[in-house]
């Protein structure tokens, strides 16, 4: 990690899946504010290639949709024993946030502590359009993404 490590946050979501977008909106209106504490990246699944953002970062919030959840929710994470993690890596939509925090302490040696902000959904069919839960929830999403923004800066 270096002197000028700022939190992360990591935005999922495909824009044009319903509610699935939900985590990707949400980091995208984060980054509109113009909050230059944080760097805030948008990606439509988890890649191999974040865990170099994760791995300078002082801390990261995943925000995502989620189909188990009834209401927004922030839980810590943890990395996944390196074993597990390795075969898991590069096989598309299996690769979790424990995943990539475990492959950034293996490859880099530092995984910082992290979090999902899991935003509840509905409706994954085609188009751009949230349900009202969800639009409502992702309001809720980014008051929270903002305070753990401000608690962690």
Same mark, same amino acid.
Request: hydrophobic share 50%.
């Given at each position: 990690m270096t002197e000028a490590a700022r939190p992360l946050v990591i935005g999922i979501g495909n824009v044009l899946r319903g509610d699935d977008g939900a985590g990707y909106r949400v980091a995208e209106a984060l980054s509109n504010g113009i909050n230059h504490c944080l760097e805030v990246?948008? =990606?439509? /699944? !988890?890649?191999?290639e974040l865990v170099l953002y994760i791995s300078s970062a002082s801390h990261v919030l995943f *925000?995502?949709?989620s *189909? @188990? /959840?009834?209401w927004v929710v922030l839980k810590p994470i943890a990395a996944q024993n390196a074993t597990t993690?390795?075969?898991? =890596? &590069? =096989? &598309?939509?299996?690769?979790t946030p424990n995943v990539l925090m475990a492959v950034a302490q293996v490859l880099y040696h530092h995984c910082p502590p992290a979090w @999902? !902000? !899991?935003?509840?959904?509905q409706h994954w069919g085609h188009g751009a359009q949230l349900s009202g839960l969800t639009a409502e929830a992702c309001g809720q999403a980014l008051l929270m993404a903002k305070a753990w923004g401000h608690d962690h800066a």
């Open positions: 990246i948008t =990606v439509h /699944q !988890l890649t191999p *925000v995502d949709a *189909v @188990e /959840q009834m993690s390795s075969a898991a =890596v &590069g =096989v &598309g939509h299996t690769i @999902e !902000l !899991l935003i509840p959904a």
